[in-house]
């Protein structure tokens, strides 16, 4: 029998020819060195921060070289999908930026590549493994569960190697006719492919972020077609790729291992291989060494710990191109506010050795991000945050928009902006004093004190506030209250005799404080009682427990 017949027995529902896919999805127009890329997720429910970091990569390399960056929806795995995944996950990613250009979206798919669901796809993947078979590339195996697990305890006592190939590969020379008779008869087959390689000849590749890279030829007749024909993942990443016309290929370093064997199956296609970029795993620090972030042990892999935590997403993003690219961080601090797409994100500056993910760093990078942000920016993502994960504190939030801005506004632009805010979550007990529902008294008095004396004090200062004094009438006022308790109006006097003072004009300062905002640390305290206003300000003072 010819390979002619075997293909047609294999594939009758087969109507198309490879001409016609690459005539249907020509080379794109595209200004010279534009990159496509993609990310091509599973819909499994769960979206982490490798899906991100790789997402970025992706769309920097594209958007900065005038090229596509599309989604396709790696879904050949229904056992592993969950009913909302895709919807996870363009959600997921819209939440921290990143926009597609084509692919799976919303409301269906965009673009002239598609169908970006693997799933979709079926007739694609049959046509082109037809093509394989009829040149002799592929071949079906008939080999059952137990026979491969024979044959693999069979390997284990002869000290070789596992896997298909060689004198294993058990159906690799299977008479055509007795393949028929198999297939007519129904015994289930994969289909596999029939590698010429040799593992003691090396490929010379090139990886852009490794750069060279010698790997021996791939010996093994993997399957490119399971036993119910969805296509394995590494024959789908080889049609599809090369259908959607990727030029970059960026995935994570696990699948560095099976490169030769999508550098073999491009060859056999006739093909030219797309560039391969393997990223770094993220790791974490572990005792003194450090271990890849892992879904069981740590939270924080997932997307989802950084949504409901209130992580902004401008702070994750700039906190992960440092990780990205060595020269953003001195990039950074020479354009300290320029917008993150101005970085020249670049492949070399990337690490081979995995990055370390430090959830400290990123609050401090956070700090930064959010001190440089405009108050209404911070109101409206605080808003939209607690909107879905602090319904209360939203909606106090919301009733008095101008108040809101207010209180944010304190200490924000400057040379030395206030750095209280790295979570939108901690936005409430940050503003939870300007809110007489959520007021509490943190911090006692200062121990030392007469409690009569800081009585006096607090009554003193309401005496003489006068709300429309400017910054230095009220701080003049302070001093005075000082001055008439027998404090030293000034820290410098007091230290050259401290006998001399009960204490000085910072400790009085102290006890408004704490009278007025409950703690010892708070923004300005002039600008908390204008925003607090006199009577809700002396309410406080006088309030206030000695
Ligand atoms: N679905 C694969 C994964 O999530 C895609 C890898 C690739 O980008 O080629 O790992």
Redo the contacts with the bound molecule.
């Keep these: 029998m010819s390979f002619e017949r075997l293909a047609e027995l294999l594939f009758p529902d087969v109507e198309r020819d490879a001409e016609y896919y690459e005539r249907l999805y020509p080379p794109r127009k595209l200004p010279e060195g534009a990159k496509v890329t ?5 819909p499994t429910g769960f979206i982490h921060l490798g ?1 991100l970091y ?1 997402a970025l990569t992706d769309e920097r390399l594209a958007h900065q070289s005038g090229g596509v960056f599309f989604l396709r929806i ?1 879904d050949t795995d229904a056992k592993r999908e969950v009913p909302n995944g895709t919807e996870l996950i363009r959600s997921s990613l819209r939440s921290f930026g990143l926009n597609f250009d084509e692919g799976a979206l919303e409301g269906g798919d965009r673009g002239d590549y598609g169908p970006y669901r693997q799933r979709q796809r079926a007739q694609i993947y049959h046509t082109f493994a037809k093509k394989l078979v009829l040149e002799g590339k592929a071949y079906p195996c008939f080999c059952s569960e137990e026979e491969l697990a024979e044959m693999r305890a069979e390997q284990e006592r002869e000290k070789v190697n596992f896997g298909y190939y060689g004198k294993w590969a058990k159906y690799r020379d299977l008479p055509a006719e007795e393949a028929e008779c198999r297939i007519r008869a129904g015994q289930p087959y994969v289909l596999r492919f029939r590698s010429e390689g040799d593992p003691s000849h090396y490929l010379h590749l090139t990886d852009q972020i490794r750069g060279k890279i010698d790997m021996p030829e791939n010996d093994q007749d993997f399957v490119l077609l399971k036993s119910d024909g969805i296509p394995t ?1 590494h024959f789908a ?1 080889v049609v599809d ?1 090369h259908l959607m016309r990727v030029t970059h ?4 370093e ?2 560095l291992a099976t490169w030769p064997i999508h550098v073999q199956l491009f060859a056999a296609l006739g093909w030219k291989c797309p560039k391969y970029c393997h990223t770094a795993h993220l790791m974490k620090a572990e005792g003194s060494g450090k271990r890849k972030l892992s879904k069981r042990k740590d939270p924080e892999l997932a997307l989802s710990f950084y949504r409901e935590d209130g992580y902004p997403a401008e702070s994750v993003r700039e906190y992960l191109m440092t990780l990205l690219n060595s020269n953003f961080e001195e990039w950074r601090l020479a354009n300290p506010a320029a917008d993150i797409d101005g970085f020249r994100f670049a492949l070399s500056k990337m690490g081979i050795s995995g990055a370390l993910f430090d959830l400290d760093k990123l609050r401090d990078v956070s700090k930064n991000v959010v001190a440089a942000m405009p108050a209404q920016q911070v109101y409206d993502a605080v808003a939209e945050w607690a909107k879905e994960y602090d319904r209360p504190f939203y909606d106090l939030l919301t009733a008095d928009p101008a108040y809101a801005l207010r209180v944010l506004s304190i200490g924000r632009g400057g040379k030395k902006p206030r750095k209280d805010i790295a979570l939108w979550s901690d936005v409430k007990p940050y503003m939870s004093l300007f809110y007489d529902e959520l007021f509490t008294r943190e911090e006692p008095m200062p121990q030392g004190f007469d409690a009569s004396l800081v009585k006096k004090a607090l009554s003193l200062f309401c005496e003489t506030y006068d709300e429309h004094d400017t910054q230095e009438q009220w701080f003049a006022k302070v001093k005075a209250v000082a001055s008439a308790l027998g404090f030293a109006p000034e820290v410098k006097q007091y230290k050259q005799s401290p006998e001399s003072y009960p204490g000085h004009v910072g400790d009085v300062s102290m006890f408004l404080r704490i009278a007025l905002t409950g703690r010892s640390s708070s923004p300005d305290m002039y600008e908390i009682m204008q925003i607090l206003g006199r009577e809700r300000t002396l309410a406080r003072l006088n309030g206030c427990p000695v």
């Design positions: 993609r990310l091509a997720p599973s899906n790789g790696e993942y990443h790729d290929v960026v995935r994570g696990e699948w």
